[in-house]
Nanobody, 115 residues
Framework: VQLQAFGGGLVQAGDSLRLSCLAPGVTFANYAMGWFRQAPGKEREFVSAISPDGTYIIYALSVKGRFTISRDNAKNTAYLQMSSLKPEDTAVYYC?????????WGQGTQVTVSS
């Protein structure tokens, strides 16, 4: 299963972007969805996650209050709304689907924030 992440781009500091993650071929409602990011020269880090039914959400401290994760189980899609973007948010963003037994990853989408 290959998740499809898209929506990245080049923006200026303070702008917003919405990332989407399509998860075809899985029973989407059985999977917690997560977003991770990896900046050049750094390890991949956790950004946010949402439970299968959307009732439990967590954020990394670095993005809390600026990013919002959501999901639409009818569309097999998870979203990451990013606001007040900062240059330090520049990274490749990956989505992940985790059932507790299996984990799938997307190919990543580049987000670049200029100052």
């Amino acid at each position: 299963v290959q998740l499809q992440a898209f929506g990245g781009g080049l923006v200026q500091a303070g702008d917003s972007l919405r990332l989407s993650c399509l998860a075809p071929g899985v029973t989407f409602a059985n999977y917690a969805m997560g977003w991770f990011r990896q900046a050049p020269g750094k390890e991949r880090e956790f950004v946010s996650a949402i439970s299968p039914d959307g009732t439990y959400i967590i954020y990394a401290l670095s993005v809390k209050g600026r990013f919002t994760i959501s999901r639409d189980n009818a569309k097999n899609t998870a979203y990451l709304q990013m606001s007040s973007l900062k240059p330090e948010d520049t990274a490749v963003y990956y989505c992940s689907a985790n059932s507790g037994v299996r984990r799938y990853w997307g190919q990543g989408t580049q987000v670049t924030v200029s100052s």
